[in-house]
């Protein structure tokens, strides 16, 4: 029981030293994210959309008319 007791202590130790964000400083953290995650979803939709339109290129045309 004694090393249950320590690990709990320490862990409250541990605790106090963590340095918590303020509010504003919170606020800025949560619009950097947020722009971030919307930045690469856009980002990802666009190349989904460049690779299907590749993909969907029939060659074989473009390749009679320049060997043709």
Known sequence: MGKIRD?????????????WCK?????????ITILFVLFFAIFFVIIQYLIAGVS???FSSIIDRITG
Do not use: A, P, Q, T
Not at 7 to 19: G, H, L, Q
């Open 7 to 19: 690990f709990f202590s320490d862990m409250k130790v541990e605790f106090k030293r963590i340095r």
């Open 23 to 31: 509010g504003k400083e919170l606020w800025s953290n949560v619009l």
């Open 56 to 58: 969907s290129i029939d």
